[in-house]
């Protein structure tokens, strides 16, 4: 019985082999793209609470993150688009803005039943795929922003926002090693070449 599946099942590992190389990318497009999107949903609940029409110069010394450059571009424009006017000079500002980032992170679980990626003995940078009976892939973007509003003069304070969150999930699994989904709430339907793009709900 032995013999007679050692044949295709070493047919199956020769076909279902594929070579790997490293990228130049530190993180997936995927990680990028959860973060970049829970951050732009953030943002918009923390501007929402800066009253508008205010001239106001940010100060980034409190907002420290992975991705702090388009965490920082992200609340500027949404404050921009609420109103905000905001200034280069701190000493023509009526207001400082001190943002904070609490988290701008991904989250992931993942779970497999079957056999995992393996190595080939032999053949470095060669993997075996996965061969999954079940697999599934839970990601998630998380942010967290908030920030304390003060007159530069006096120091007194304006408006400290409450916590604004921003999430971004994507899933994706394997069922019976063929039958696959791959779903987000980012608006970006990756099954298509190129990715179709949608508006986010």
């Known amino acids: 019985m032995l013999s007679r599946l050692a044949l295709p099942i070493a047919l199956l590992l020769l076909v279902g082999c594929s070579s790997t190389r490293a990228t130049s990318p530190t993180r997936s497009a995927q990680e990028v793209l959860l973060i970049t999107t829970a951050a732009d949903r953030a943002v918009e609940a923390l501007a929402a609470q800066v009253p508008p029409n205010l001239t106001a110069w940010i100060d980034p010394s409190g907002f420290s993150a992975e991705d702090q450059a388009y965490g920082m571009a992200a609340i500027k424009d949404a404050l921009l688009r609420h109103g905000v006017r905001l200034m280069n ?19 992931e679980k993942n779970t497999l039943v079957g056999i995992p990626s393996l190595p080939v003995p032999l053949a470095p940078g060669v993997l075996i795929p996965p061969l999954s009976l079940y697999s599934e892939n839970h990601a998630k973007g998380a942010a967290k922003f908030a920030a304390s509003i003060y007159e530069p003069k006096t120091g007194k304070l304006i408006v400290s926002t409450d916590p604004a969150y921003g999430f971004a999930r994507e899933d994706d699994g ?4 063929f039958f696959s989904w791959r779903e987000n709430d980012m608006g970006v339907d990756f099954s298509k070449s190129p990715p179709r793009v949608t508006a986010a709900k």
């Open 89 to 107: 000079d701190r000493t023509e500002a009526d207001a400082v803005i001190l943002p904070r980032a609490g988290t701008l992170s991904t989250d």
């Open 174 to 177: 394997v069922v019976l090693f």
